[in-house]
């Protein structure tokens, strides 16, 4: 089974791929800081969650044909991400750390072209590592802004990054509300400051912002009635003033979609309510078996959504939930894990979700 997996995620690899992942963060009245994300694949990942204690030793390494030495760092800070079972290396795609950082990574293909690494050179990481490495070892944005420009993220063929090539660009947010987009595109390092609190797929994080000009005319307030002639036609409902925005899956159409309703909806005033706002955004980008397919001769694949995270960075809270439990959330408080002195992993789809509750019971005279 699990070769006609590898074989199954080789060929998507290859042809249309569209790896529809989306990330929104939000920041309560009360300053709580909520960031979640979905993760869409067309294949069956392991999606697996784990944990990686303080003291955790994360080896840094450059490309072998470089004969570089290995540096093996221990962490300074316990770390809860998921990452993909069936890849070798246990790259973790999302996290937060005991410090309130966390970290989504979202596909890029086509434009990721990650750093050159020298002979030269003394500090190196490869793709596989960053994420262990950036959350194991920095408590806040400011510091993998600082941190970044002097270590090289590379990957090549010799990576055991299984079957899909590992071109990923990433959102980092803390429990400050600080956020920035990390690429590497054109081999060189790139970082945004996320204003717009969002991140898909393909293209580059400043296609989007410039993008996003051409929905200026959104709005939340639709018009409510016109003079045609003598009569005067009311509006049939609510929500007029969004026509033209994009209902599709596309990472151009999520990502306006996404931005809209983050920067239009209610403020939440703690982090109960900031975590149901994230929950209504991401629900608007859920995809559902079926409906995003790519064909390759007679194969049909199709996206859905596999798995999405809640990150409470304030309050040290992971809510998760995969496709078979959609409307449950689990939710874990990381305080306890991040004090356990050794590792653990289970597959997101053998988490105990909660059964649906039965409220006969309330209506029973």
């Known amino acids: 089974m699990l070769r006609s997996i590898l074989v199954a995620v080789s060929v998507l690899a290859t042809v249309n791929a569209s790896f529809a992942c989306t990330a929104v963060d939000i920041v309560a009245a009360d300053k709580s800081v909520i960031a979640g994300r979905t993760m869409e694949w067309a294949f069956d990942m392991k999606w697996t969650l784990v944990s990686q204690p303080k003291g955790t030793e994360v080896t840094l390494s450059a490309p072998c044909d470089l004969n570089l030495p290995e540096v093996k760092v221990a962490t300074k800070y316990p770390v809860v991400g998921v990452s993909a079972g069936i890849i070798p290396g246990g790259a973790l795609l999302e996290g937060q750390n005991a410090e309130g950082l966390g970290m989504s990574g979202n596909f890029l293909p086509e434009f990721t072209q990650y750093q050159g690494v020298t002979k030269e050179d003394k500090n190196y990481v490869s793709i596989l590592a960053f994420g262990s490495w950036v959350l194991g070892n920095h408590a806040t944005v400011a510091e993998v802004r600082a941190a970044l420009p002097d270590i090289k993220v590379w990957s090549d063929s010799s990576l055991p990054s299984g079957p899909t090539p590992p071109t990923i660009h990433f959102v980092f947010t803390d429990r400050s509300g600080d956020g920035m987009v990390v690429e590497y595109v054109g081999g060189e390092l790139k970082m945004h400051d996320n204003v717009a609190h969002v991140l898909t797929n393909s293209p580059p994080y400043e296609w989007h912002l410039l993008n996003a000009r051409n929905y200026l005319n959104l709005s939340t307030v639709g018009v409510t009635s016109r003079p045609i002639g ?33 920067h239009n909806i209610e403020q939440p005033t703690n982090a109960g309510e900031a975590i149901q706002a994230i929950g209504h955004i991401l629900n608007t980008v859920d995809i559902p078996l079926g409906i995003a397919q790519a064909k390759e001769g007679d194969q049909v694949f199709s996206d859905y959504t596999q798995w999405v995270a809640i990150k409470d960075l304030t309050n040290n809270k992971l809510l998760i939930t995969d496709y078979a439990h959609r409307t449950t959330y689990l939710t874990l408080d990381l305080n306890t894990i991040f004090a356990q002195d050794k590792p653990v992993s289970i597959l997101v789809s053998d988490l105990p979700y909660p059964d649906a509750i039965d409220g006969t019971a309330a209506l029973k005279p």
């Open 230 to 262: 003598n009569a005067n036609v009311t509006a049939i409902g609510q929500g007029g003033g969004m026509i033209g925005l994009p209902a599709d899956y596309t990472p151009p159409a999520r990502f306006i979609r996404a931005a809209f309703l983050r």
